[in-house]
């Protein structure tokens, strides 16, 4: 797995692994570039449509449908309306597992925390409508909290997988394909290299492709437009840098790719909707 994808942001404590995510955004200007982590992600759609690159399956989500993403499994996702709105969970596998080898430390949760089992990326409707609840129940516990509530969040997500295995979502992983590893290669590439100037000519030249077909291969693998994939990325490098670090607007508009501070100022906030100094702000002082 590329490590240069990997989302360095920590996610959920040893006291409590599971994280809540409420990602929307009135304009709906979600737009997550690809990227992976160790933990096991599910994403609950609350309003609107998102676009979903799983792997290499491209998805549609609608309000009330739910996504699994494995550990390690390379996904991005971007808003198809303006009122997209969706709750992620984000929690570790090593969680679920004990010191004691029982059957179901052994059969189920074992595979799962090793890789050698992964969960369907799309959840079929029979099954959301009995895993619903469960998820109303684990957000309201970690909204709320109070005694025995992560007691209760542990045990809803271990029941999710329950239902998993009984309507045979949970598969023997399949290997990648040959059209995967160019993909993760290309994702790599422009991850390495978004602080240069890089065009449709220098993506053709490296993967050796004309630059009309390296655009029509972007856009069918990757289900966006070079350019915009592109911005998506230098703009989620300039988030780690204001989040990180205490480098001007200058500095981190030319480490991020981005021409000049005005320019970058006037993409973040368009992306964002908000300055990168207002973002800052909210990274070092959270509510």
């Not at 759609?45 to 998102?50: A, D, E, P, V, Y």
């Not at 699994?68 to 009122?83: F, R, S, V």
């Not at 994939?229 to 780690?240: D, F, G, I, Q, T």
């Amino acid at each position: 797995m590329r490590q240069e994808l990997r989302e360095n942001r920590k996610q959920g404590t040893s006291q409590h692994p599971l994280k809540i995510y409420r990602m929307q955004d009135a304009n709906g200007k979600i737009d997550v570039p690809y990227h992976w982590q160790e933990t096991a992600e599910i994403l609950w759609i609350q309003k609107g449509r998102l676009s979903l690159m799983i792997n290499e399956s491209l998805y549609e989500g609608k309000q009330g449908d739910i996504f699994y993403i494995n550990p390690c499994e390379l996904h991005g996702m971007k808003a198809l309306t303006q009122d997209c709105t969706y709750l992620a969970f984000l929690f570790p596998m090593s969680w679920f597992q004990a010191d004691q080898e029982d059957e179901a430390q052994e059969l189920y949760i074992k595979p799962l925390a090793e890789g050698s089992i992964c969960i369907c990326s799309c959840l079929p409707d029979r099954t959301v409508k009995q895993v619903i609840p469960v998820f109303q129940e684990i957000y309201d516990l970690y909204e709320e909290g109070g005694a025995g509530a992560w007691l209760g969040i542990k045990a809803g997500l271990l029941r999710f997988y329950y239902y998993m295995y009984r309507d045979s979502l949970a598969v023997r992983r399949q290997k990648e394909s040959g059209q995967m590893d160019v993909r993760l290669r290309i994702a790599r590439y422009i991850e390495k290299h978004c602080d240069e100037p890089v065009s449709l000519q220098d993506m053709g030249k490296e993967f050796h492709m004309s630059p009309k077909y390296f655009s029509a291969y972007f856009q069918k693998h990757f289900a966006r437009n070079f350019s915009d994939y592109l911005m998506a990325v230098r703009v989620e490098r300039a988030k780690k840098l204001l989040a990180e670090t205490d480098g001007d607007m200058e500095l981190v508009a030319q480490q991020s790719g981005f021409s000049s501070s005005s320019y970058f100022i006037r993409v973040f906030r368009q992306a964002s909707q908000m300055t990168p100094g207002q973002y800052r702000k909210k990274m070092l002082f959270p509510d």
